[in-house]
């Protein structure tokens, strides 16, 4: 798989459940950074995760990074329809790299 | 809440055609950035800026491609005789300190769309 892969590529869920997003990656990283994308509209950044964290959490979200397996998963608890948008994973590489690698992301849609 | 903000939010363009695509960043970010992603494709870097310089770039951005920040508000993406394989939504983006402790703040897009 490419740098950055979310799992799965699409997600439909009922409001109050929780969604789960899975996102692999192939080489070492910095930091790792989910971002959401509400159709036809701009990359809202939710969380950035470095490569010493294990865990973070950002009010309804929750994010892991596992290093040794190259995975992060992202967890959106209490879902509600205004949650409905793709989300994706981007990872910097760090050092003198000044870029972004953004996977093809998972849509969600939350039904009321 | 600061905001990048992108202009025009749709282009129409002719193939060969010059377009400026236009960019205000957040005022006090230094780092500035091009994204684009074609019609349900990943989103792609394109170009990262810093110090007046262009720090890094992508295959993407051959010689069709330049930016210029012309004073201290303004990014601009060029793309000089633009492909039917150009059209995507453009996004600018910027970073206060780069993309290794924060997030980047991206605009709302451009869509250019080469006919």
């Known amino acids: 798989s490419q740098q950055g892969e979310e799992d799965p590529q699409a997600l439909s869920i009922q409001e109050g459940e929780n969604a789960t997003m899975n996102c692999s990656y192939k080489t070492s990283i910095n930091n790792l950074q989910w971002y959401r994308q509400n159709s036809g509209r701009g990359l809202v950044h939710l969380i950035l995760i470095r490569s010493n964290e294990r865990e973070k959490h950002s009010g309804r979200l929750r994010v892991t990074l596992d290093t040794s397996k190259k995975s992060s998963s992202l967890l959106i608890t209490a879902s509600r329809a205004a949650d409905t948008a793709s989300y994706f994973c981007?990872?910097?590489?760090?050092?003198?790299?000044?870029?972004?690698?953004f996977g093809k992301g998972t849509l969600l849609t939350v039904n009321p | 809440e600061p905001e990048v903000t992108q202009t025009p939010s749709h282009q129409v363009t002719q193939m060969g055609q010059e377009v400026i695509l236009r960019c205000v960043p957040i005022?006090?970010?230094?780092?500035f950035y091009w994204y684009r992603q074609i019609l349900g494709q990943k989103v792609e870097f394109l170009v990262s800026f810093y110090n007046n310089e262009i720090s890094e770039k992508s295959e993407i951005f051959d010689d069709q491609f330049s930016v210029e920040r012309p004073d201290g508000s303004n990014f601009t993406l060029k793309i000089r005789s633009t492909k039917l394989e150009d059209s995507a939504m453009y996004f600018c983006?910027?970073?206060?300190?780069?993309?290794?402790?924060?997030?980047?703040?991206f605009g709302s897009g451009t869509r250019l769309t080469v006919v």
């Open positions: 981007a990872t910097d590489v760090g050092g003198s790299n000044y870029k972004l690698t």
């Open positions: 005022s006090n970010h230094l780092y």
């Open positions: 983006a910027s970073s206060e300190f780069g993309p290794w402790d924060y997030g980047y703040t």
